[in-house]
Structure formats: structure tokens, C-alpha cells
């Protein structure tokens, strides 16, 4: 059991290590403030040390009744209010320099963690919910932010007291100063000893907290489903579950952490009251006076006080380091091009293979085995199959947006894994059974995939989509904005607009995957027509579940159970009577 401990406490240890050096990688960036945020800290510091020397001064002026040198007096106070104004005026440059470096350092590694967001895989955000992510990019940052600000504003002050009051300390009596210095690791113990123990508290708090923020995320995304189902209690009861050990998580991470600075603060105050005693001794004896007593008790106080200080942030300290390490977690994420030098330029003709292709979701359950398939340039391929067969999946594999587990898919001879996803799906058009609206205008929606397209082609291109008509009726036409997922439009006038977006762009090879499931027959017939004329010359994959929307592709593809059972034309498979045949007639013969 002490060995577990013991192991514990030195993971911990080196993973804090591994964090504060990827934190000083990121602060190499802004040494220039650093540096200056170090030097004013020293001024205010130092400055801030010879302020008990002249309330010694002052007061050994004032000891004796009827003896009060006020000249000498009039000249300590002015000095002092000169060095207290210059004392503020450095605090605040090294203040304004510390918020500049840890805002600064903040951003930076915020905006590395969204870049790696968004270079992810598909794979990575479909295993990890979307509020763990944002929660780690916004909350997580933010916390970090003020435990690292916090950190600086300790750290120089600190450093520059503790060192300055043991020098002045040292010239006024030797035996007080090495009192002090022998009891001061007392405090140093307990602080860490509370902060190791803390570490591990506050990394399942930040856990949870990104648990908290999925769950809500979910709610309200996912807000008309769960009124529809009437799922609001079970949704509730989750929240508030996770929310009850979310309490819990903090309140241990608080009450650990809370012990350092009681603590710490008593075992200073032990200190000063022994420094007091054994200084008063000595003035006693006649050995100090009571001016160099003062000064003494003053500089043991300074010399405590950023131990005091310190311990008070450790609690935020350690939330920072959590947090931090949940980021660099995110960023450390391996993506495809991380370790490779791929093809970032690529144009095809449109010629596709998959050779021996295999693939699951789950590595303990089969999906595709062993997929073969040869699509020419220009060629039209519909995929058709029962629900699982894996028609979607093998669309997800054209796009990667998963990569095979063996076997390869090479567009034009080469292997798409050696091109950069960027270049390899600029060649794609999809349109998808769920569309994807971003918040804006329509026209921004449209244009997205080309966005130096004249207001003549966007037009032509909703013309052919069929969906110019219905935006011009809103109330300012293409200018309309419209809200996270295309607001309160319907669902066929979204995905009118999708394929809108693929008629602009005409690239050279497409996906269909019941583009027109949302359609109404009538429009349907019409964009069908717009299809089979954009998609000449255009090697296209087709998903359709509507059967007798791929009666004219050059070539069916039937899956069942991962496999391509069948393939050829519509009436070569009619004609042959197999599983395509048993589809066909479930939908038309009754």
C-alpha cells in the first residue's frame, strides 16, 4: 500500500515537471517582459526592504520621552513616501507586464488547442463528447489563465523578498537570522505535502467539470429530441448527478488545499513570536536596541510573508497546473500529418480503387472485409444495402474521415493516406442525408466552398438546385441569416441549399448520400435531372436507400454484412435474381 503511494506521489511530481516545462516553452516567446516584470519586481522589492530600516531609524529617534529629533523625523517620512510612490508605480509595470505574458501565453496555447481541434480526425470527436473539448479550450484556459497570473505576481515578489530580507537580516544579527532560517523549512514541508495531495483533486475536478459541460451541451442541442421523447427528468436526473460528484470532486479539492495557508500561516507566526522573544531578550541584555528590534520583526515578517502568500494560491496554482495538463493533453494529440510529408497539392481525374479494403468501428466486431472496387473516371457507382451493411462507412472511408485498418483506397494511383486530408477533400462534393449549416447569411453558407464565386454563378447554381425560388421569398433573400443549423428553415430547404453549395463548387468527383431524403417527390424529380447533368464527366458514389434513383448508374454495388455481394447494372441484377432483386421488389411489389 506504501509502495502504491509512494509511486502516486512521483507520478504526480513528474507529470507537474512535464507541465511547468511546456508551460516555459510557451513563456519563452514574451522573455522581454518577463525580464522587465523581473526587474521592477526587484525595485519595488528592494525598496520595500529599506523601509524597515527607517522605521528603526524613527523610532530609535522617538525612544526617550522630551528627546524627539523631529528634522531627523521630517527627513525619514519624506524618504519614506518617496519610496512607497516608486514602490506602486513598479508594482504596476510588473503587474501590467505579468497580465501580458500569462494573456498572452493563455492565447497562444488556446488557439494551439483549436488548431488541433479542428485537425483532428472524425474518429477522435465521435470517441470524445463536444462539451469535453470546448470545455477544455474555454473553462480549462480560463483557469489557467488565473493561476498562472496569480503565479507571477507571487513568484517575483517573492523570490526578491525572501532573499533581500535574509541579506538585511544577516547585517543586523546573525544569530536571529539563522532562527529564522532553521524554522522556515517547517512551512515549506506542510505546503508541499498539501499541495501534492491536492493535485489529483483537482484533476478530477477539472474531469468532471468537462463531464458537466458535455451534459449540457448535449441538453441543449439536443433540445427538441428530448421534449419529444419527454426525456427532461431522466436529462435532469443526469445533470444532477454528475453535478452532485462534481460538488464533491471540489469540495475535496478545496478543503485539501484550503489547509496550506492556516497551516503555513501558523507555523510564521511561530517564527515571528519567536523572533520577537529572542530579539526582546537581547535588548534586555543591551545588546540591540529597540529601533534595529523593530526593523528585525518587520523583515521577519516580509521574509514569511510570500510563504504566506504562496500557500494562498497553491489552491489556484494546482488548478492551473491541472487544467494545463488537460490542454497539452488535446494538443499532443496525433493527427495523420504529424508525422508524415504528405501531398499538399492534388488534382485527380477521378479514378478510384480500394484494394482488400478492411474496416470496423469497433476492433472486436467486423464491419467491411476485404472491399474491392474499381470506379473509372466519369463513372457513376451507386451503393445500395440493408441498414449497418456499411454503405456510409465505406463513404466515410472515400473521404477519410477514418483511415482502413488494412488494405488501401488510392485516387488517380496514389494512396490517399499520403495526402493531406485539406487537398483530398477539396476534390470531393458531398451532399449528406444530415446537412451542416453554419450561422450567417445563406449566401455565406453557399459560398463556402468557393468563396470567389460571382453573385451570376451562386445564382446559377441555386437555380439548378432548385432552391432560388424559396430564398428569395425570406425576407432579405440571400442575406437572410440564419442560426446554428439553419434555424427555423425546413429540413429539404437545408439541404437544398447543401446541394446548392456542391453546384457551385462542381468538383471533380461526388458523394451522394440521400441527398434528397428531405426533398419532396416532385422537386426530387427535377434536381435528378440537375444530378445526372452535373455528375457527366464526374466520377460519383451514390447512397440511396430510394432505389429507383440509381436505375441509371453505370454500375450497383450491393452490400451485405460488410461485403459486396453483388454488383453490375440495374437489370443485369434484376435479371440475375439475388439479393439486389429481393431489395427492388420490398419497395415496388407489394
Same mark, same amino acid.
Given at each position: ?53 527607517? /522605521? $528603526?531609524?524613527? @523610532? ?10 523631529? *528634522? #531627523? !523625523?521630517? +527627513? ?53 463528447? /463536444? $462539451?469535453?473539448? @470546448? ?10 489563465? *488565473? #493561476? !498562472?497570473? +496569480? ?73 427538441? +429530441? ?365
Amino acid at each position: 500500500m506504501k509502495d502504491s503511494k509512494k509511486k502516486q506521489q512521483k507520478y504526480t511530481v513528474s507529470e507537474n515537471l512535464r507541465i511547468i516545462r511546456r508551460i516555459l516553452h510557451y513563456l519563452r516567446r514574451y522573455i522581454f517582459f518577463l525580464i522587465a516584470a523581473f526587474i521592477f519586481a526587484g525595485i519595488s522589492s528592494v525598496l520595500a526592504l529599506y523601509l524597515p530600516v527607517l /522605521t $528603526g531609524n524613527a @523610532v530609535d529617534l522617538i525612544v526617550t520621552k522630551g528627546n524627539v529629533d523631529f *528634522d #531627523g !523625523l521630517k +527627513l525619514i517620512l519624506m524618504e519614506m513616501a518617496a519610496i512607497i510612490a516608486v514602490c506602486a508605480v513598479s508594482q504596476w509595470i510588473t503587474n501590467a507586464c505579468n497580465n501580458h505574458v500569462a494573456y498572452s501565453t493563455v492565447r497562444d496555447i488556446r488557439n494551439d488547442s483549436i488548431k488541433k481541434a479542428n485537425a483532428l480526425s472524425i474518429a477522435y470527436h465521435d470517441a470524445h463528447r /463536444t $462539451g469535453e473539448t @470546448v470545455n477544455r479550450v474555454i473553462s480549462d484556459a480560463d483557469q489557467f489563465s *488565473d #493561476g !498562472l497570473l +496569480l503565479g507571477f505576481t507571487q513568484f517575483f515578489t517573492g523570490l526578491i523578498t525572501i532573499i533581500g530580507t535574509l541579506v538585511m537580516m544577516l547585517t543586523i544579527d546573525v544569530r536571529i537570522t539563522i532562527l529564522v532560517v532553521v524554522m522556515t523549512p517547517l512551512s515549506i514541508l506542510v505546503a508541499s505535502f498539501i499541495a501534492s495531495s491536492s493535485f489529483k483533486f483537482f484533476k478530477e475536478q477539472s474531469e468532471k467539470r468537462g463531464e458537466q459541460t458535455s451534459i449540457i451541451t448535449e441538453m441543449i442541442e439536443q433540445e427538441k +429530441l428530448m421534449i419529444a421523447f419527454s426525456a427532461e427528468g431522466e436529462a435532469a436526473e443526469d445533470f444532477d448527478a454528475n453535478n452532485d460528484v462534481l460538488a464533491k470532486a471540489s469540495l475535496k479539492a478545496t478543503f485539501v488545499s484550503s489547509l496550506t495557508n492556516p497551516s503555513t500561516r501558523f507555523i510564521n507566526n511561530m517564527i515571528y513570536a519567536c523572533v520577537a522573544i529572542f530579539g526582546a531578550i537581547l535588548v534586555v541584555g543591551g545588546e540591540m536596541s529597540v529601533g534595529a528590534l523593530t526593523a528585525v520583526l518587520g523583515y521577519a515578517n516580509q521574509y514569511t510573508k510570500p510563504f504566506n502568500e504562496i500557500s494562498g494560491v497553491v489552491t489556484e496554482l494546482q488548478n492551473a497546473l491541472a487544467c494545463a495538463g488537460r490542454l497539452f493533453e488535446l494538443i499532443d494529440e496525433k493527427t495523420d500529418e504529424d508525422s508524415e510529408a504528405l501531398v499538399t497539392e492534388f488534382s485527380t481525374k477521378g479514378e478510384v480503387e480500394l484494394k482488400d479494403v478492411s474496416f470496423s468501428y469497433d476492433k472486436n466486431k467486423e464491419l467491411l472485409k476485404n472491399v474491392n472496387i474499381h470506379a473509372h473516371p466519369g463513372e457513376r457507382y451507386a451503393i445500395v444495402g440493408p441498414t449497418g451493411c456499411g454503405k456510409t462507412t465505406l463513404i466515410n472511408l472515400l473521404m477519410r474521415f477514418y483511415d482502413v485498418d488494412s488494405g488501401s483506397i488510392l485516387v488517380d494511383g496514389t494512396d490517399i493516406k499520403s495526402v493531406e486530408k485539406s487537398a483530398l477533400r477539396k476534390e470531393y462534393g458531398m451532399v449528406l442525408q444530415d446537412t451542416w449549416l453554419k450561422p450567417g447569411t445563406i449566401r455565406e453558407n453557399i459560398i463556402m466552398g468557393k468563396p470567389e464565386a460571382s453573385e451570376e454563378e451562386m445564382i446559377r447554381a441555386c437555380r439548378n438546385a432548385h432552391a432560388h425560388s424559396f430564398i428569395k421569398q425570406l425576407e432579405n433573400g440571400y442575406d437572410t441569416v440564419i442560426g446554428e443549423d439553419g434555424g427555423a428553415l425546413s429540413q429539404g430547404q437545408k439541404q437544398l441549399i447543401c446541394i446548392s453549395r456542391i453546384m457551385l463548387t462542381l468538383p471533380p468527383m461526388l458523394i451522394l448520400d440521400e441527398a434528397t431524403s428531405s426533398i419532396d417527390t416532385r422537386t426530387e424529380l427535377k434536381i435528378q435531372d440537375a444530378f445526372a447533368e452535373m455528375m457527366q464527366g464526374r466520377t460519383s458514389f451514390i447512397v440511396a436507400h430510394r432505389l429507383s434513383t440509381i436505375k441509371n448508374a453505370d454500375c450497383i454495388l450491393v452490400m451485405r454484412d460488410g461485403n459486396i455481394i453483388e454488383q453490375g447494372k440495374h437489370e443485369e441484377l434484376l435479371a440475375a435474381g439475388g439479393f439486389y432483386k429481393t431489395l427492388y421488389k420490398s419497395q415496388f411489389e407489394h
